[in-house]
């Protein structure tokens, strides 16, 4: 896992990059991994991933985040991100990969309220993409809102956003 996470600050080749990416997330669906990952100051060089411009690198990068966002430490590292997750969710192109693995990262750190606040901008492309998003990413944006609806501090801003 350490040289997984040297390999991805000491290259910017984005093939190897997103190999390198997989990897580490596959790693993450074991929860000692997810520690340990996190240990190493994994989360902050993936976290550095999604400003690549390759789509690719960021989507893999944001699925690696998305497992190792089962961990409560993990979140707390990860809630830097979700400005920035929400702003790749509203640019990337309608119903595309990068586009649900964003969702399905918002999704995870949604559970709890804890970061609810740092999506509350979103709600109005949350809204847009439920109205124009095809099937599976209607069923993403359904899960974060519903995770959000569940906040009553959230109710005044969903009620009034704009779609």
Same mark, same amino acid.
């Given at each position: 896992?350490?040289?997984?996470?040297?390999?991805?600050?000491?290259?910017?080749?984005?093939?190897?990059?997103?190999?390198?990416?997989?990897?580490?997330?596959?790693?993450? +669906? %074991? %929860?000692?991994?997810?520690?340990?990952?996190?240990?190493?100051?994994?989360?902050?060089?993936?976290?550095?991933?999604?400003?690549?411009?390759? #789509?690719? /690198?960021?989507?893999? *990068?944001?699925?690696?985040? $998305? $497992?190792?966002?089962? $961990?409560?430490?993990?979140?707390?590292?990860?809630?830097? !991100?979700?400005?920035? /997750?929400?702003?790749?969710?509203?640019? +990337?192109?309608? $119903?595309?990969?990068?586009?649900? +693995?964003?969702?399905?990262?918002?999704?995870?750190?949604? /559970?709890?309220?804890? !970061?609810?606040?740092?999506?509350?901008?979103?709600? #109005?492309? %949350?809204?847009?993409?439920?109205?124009?998003? *095809?099937?599976?990413?209607?069923?993403?944006?359904?899960?974060?809102?519903?995770?959000?609806?569940?906040?009553?501090?959230?109710?005044?801003?969903?009620?009034? +956003?704009? /779609?």
């Amino acid at each position: 896992l350490q040289k997984l996470i040297h390999l991805l600050q000491a290259t910017d080749d984005p093939l190897i990059q997103e190999q390198a990416l997989i990897t580490l997330s596959n790693s993450a +669906a %074991f %929860f000692v991994n997810q520690d340990i990952i996190r240990n190493l100051d994994g989360l902050s060089v993936i976290g550095g991933m999604l400003s690549d411009c390759v #789509p690719k /690198v960021k989507e893999k *990068a944001l699925n690696a985040l $998305n $497992n190792l966002s089962m $961990n409560i430490k993990n979140q707390e590292e990860i809630q830097v !991100y979700i400005t920035q /997750v929400c702003r790749n969710v509203e640019t +990337a192109p309608l $119903n595309s990969d990068l586009q649900l +693995a964003g969702l399905r990262l918002l999704t995870n750190m949604s /559970v709890t309220s804890d !970061y609810h606040h740092k999506m509350i901008n979103s709600i #109005p492309c %949350f809204l847009h993409l439920l109205s124009e998003g *095809a099937e599976r990413t209607q069923i993403q944006v359904l899960k974060v809102l519903v995770n959000l609806s569940a906040n009553p501090a959230l109710t005044r801003h969903l009620l009034r +956003a704009q /779609v």
